[in-house]
């Protein structure tokens, strides 16, 4: 599975952004995806998670209630809704195929990032 994420950019707090994740490989709908994070000096960190039928999904503590993870099979892409953003939001997002769960190591597949910057 080869993935780009897309869709980053520089937003207001407390605006929006919608990030997508491009998936070629016929494993995609057979995949779990992640979408984790990484902000300067700070490691990668799990940001939400759904199953390959999108039935279940998992998020951070941080996140819940203003991020809303999707996946649409038939067009190879998963998305991350972000609402309610908040400066500490700030961080290259990653969306990567694999196993589902909140391990990093459980998801062998990594898109590029995309960067997430929000102002005060």
């Known amino acids: 599975v080869q993935l780009q994420a897309s869709g980053g950019g520089l937003v207001q707090a407390g605006g929006s952004l919608r990030l997508s994740c491009a998936a070629s490989g016929r494993t995609f709908s057979s995949s779990a995806l992640g979408w984790f994070r990484q902000a300067p000096g700070r490691e990668r960190e799990f940001v939400a998670a759904?199953?390959?039928?999108?039935?279940?999904?998992d998020y951070a503590a941080f996140v819940k209630g203003r991020f809303t993870i999707s996946r649409d099979n038939a067009k190879n892409t998963a998305y991350l809704q972000m609402n309610s953003l908040k400066p500490e939001d700030t961080a290259v997002y990653y969306c990567?195929?694999?196993?589902?769960?909140?391990?990093?190591?459980?998801?062998?597949?990594w898109g590029q990032g995309t960067q997430v910057t929000v102002s005060s």
């Open positions: 990567a195929a694999g196993r589902y769960g909140l391990a990093i190591g459980q998801y062998p597949y």
């Open positions: 759904i199953t390959w039928t999108g039935g279940t999904t």
